[in-house]
């Protein structure tokens, strides 16, 4: 199938990577053209000077950028997606953004005879180069079935959530959820270090029963090595929280405890940590640069 994908971050660069060596003709953009230049001397793939270029005569354009400010910049316009994208074609965006810029751009999609999902990940840059993302869907259901068997070649799992909004929202449920993990990890690490425990014997142990998580098996030797120089940097989680707040604000929905958490991560980003992983929430507890 001829594609695009728009947006060589840490995710969409393998994703792209993905899909060219699944067989599809895939046309990359990247606003670094550097990049682009990279991935097409990598998975000899085809690249563009737009976004509209990428995507002409493409039937799905895949998108992964920044926040809604960057959605925007790539898929309205002249030189924009939906300007270069065929009536009937597909826009699949797999920013996590707000719900708010996902409905926005399946109305101007629909008025075009074009169509949109919205599908953000979770999975993290392990899993886009792994190609195990799980994708949370906001769409329709034959619009869906057209794209997972594309997807399938760097996501375990997809999922429609509901209409047009609902993977987004389902996306700020995941990034709640992982906030109070991490920061229970973090606790618990502590509480386990200043104990004597012996951390690979206890998360053998523990993992095994009601406390095991994803996050505390992928994450525990870093988190007690104090090492967070990889994976979902705290400025990004911040980001996607926001969103989160935004949304619980308008349906009157409390998230105390995540306000905490934001409020932690807050303090590791004034103290130099933006683009430490999540996990350094334990070095609130280990870092001199918060324990002195």
Same mark, same amino acid.
């Given at each position: 199938?001829?594609?695009?994908?728009?947006?060589? *971050?840490?995710?969409?660069?393998?994703?792209?990577?993905?899909?060219?060596?699944?067989?599809?003709?895939?046309?990359?953009?990247?606003?670094?053209?550097?990049?682009?230049?990279?991935?097409?001397?990598?998975? %000899?793939?085809?690249?563009?000077?737009?976004?509209?270029?990428?995507?002409?005569?493409?039937? +799905?354009?895949?998108?992964?950028?920044?926040?809604?400010?960057?959605?925007?910049?790539?898929?309205?316009?002249?030189? @924009? +997606?939906?300007?270069?994208?065929?009536?009937?074609?597909?826009?699949?965006?797999?920013?996590?953004?707000?719900?708010?810029?996902?409905?926005?751009?399946?109305?101007?999609?629909?008025?075009?005879?074009?169509?949109?999902?919205?599908?953000?990940?979770?999975? @993290?840059?392990?899993?886009?180069?792994? *190609?195990?993302?799980?994708?949370?869907? *906001?769409?329709?259901?034959?619009?869906?079935?057209?794209?997972?068997?594309?997807?399938?070649?760097?996501?375990?799992? %997809?999922?429609?959530?509901?209409?047009?909004?609902?993977?987004?929202?389902?996306?700020?449920?995941?990034?709640?959820?992982?906030?109070?993990?991490?920061?229970?990890?973090?606790?618990?690490?502590?509480?386990?270090?200043?104990?004597?425990?012996?951390?690979?014997?206890?998360?053998?142990?523990?993992?095994?029963?009601?406390?095991?998580?994803?996050?505390?098996?992928?994450?525990?030797?870093?988190?007690?090595?104090?090492?967070?120089?990889?994976?979902?940097?705290?400025?990004?989680?911040?980001?996607?929280?926001?969103?989160?707040?935004?949304?619980?604000?308008?349906?009157?929905?409390?998230?105390?405890?995540?306000?905490?958490?934001? *409020?932690?991560?807050?303090? +590791?980003?004034?103290?130099?940590?933006?683009?430490?992983?999540? %996990?350094?929430?334990?070095?609130?507890?280990?870092?001199?640069?918060?324990?002195?």
């Amino acid at each position: 199938m001829k594609v695009a994908f728009i947006g060589l *971050g840490v995710m969409g660069y393998p994703m792209a990577g993905h899909l060219q060596k699944a067989g599809h003709d895939v046309c990359v953009y990247n606003r670094n053209q550097a990049k682009a230049e990279k991935w097409q001397a990598e998975f %000899s793939g085809n690249m563009a000077t737009t976004p509209a270029l990428a995507a002409n005569e493409c039937e +799905i354009v895949f998108c992964c950028v920044g926040n809604d400010d960057d959605v925007r910049q790539v898929v309205l316009g002249e030189q @924009g +997606i939906l300007a270069g994208m065929p009536k009937g074609s597909i826009l699949v965006d797999h920013t996590t953004a707000s719900a708010n810029i996902a409905r926005e751009l399946a109305e101007i999609a629909t008025k075009q005879g074009q169509h949109f999902i919205d599908a953000p990940v979770s999975g @993290g840059q392990a899993g886009a180069e792994n *190609g195990l993302l799980t994708v949370m869907i *906001g769409g329709e259901q034959d619009i869906f079935a057209k794209v997972q068997p594309i997807m399938d070649a760097y996501a375990r799992f %997809s999922q429609l959530m509901g209409k047009v909004g609902s993977g987004q929202l389902a996306k700020m449920v995941n990034q709640i959820c992982i906030a109070g993990v991490v920061q229970g990890l973090a606790e618990a690490f502590n509480f386990a270090e200043k104990a004597g425990l012996d951390a690979d014997a206890l998360v053998e142990t523990i993992s095994k029963g009601a406390a095991g998580s994803w996050q505390m098996e992928n994450r525990y030797k870093t988190m007690f090595a104090g090492e967070y120089d990889f994976g979902f940097a705290v400025d990004w989680m911040r980001k996607d929280l926001a969103i989160a707040f935004e949304e619980a604000k308008k349906n009157n929905v409390p998230l105390p405890m995540t306000k905490m958490v934001d *409020g932690f991560y807050q303090e +590791i980003q004034e103290n130099g940590g933006n683009r430490w992983d999540t %996990s350094s929430l334990i070095g609130r507890f280990k870092d001199p640069r918060f324990t002195d």
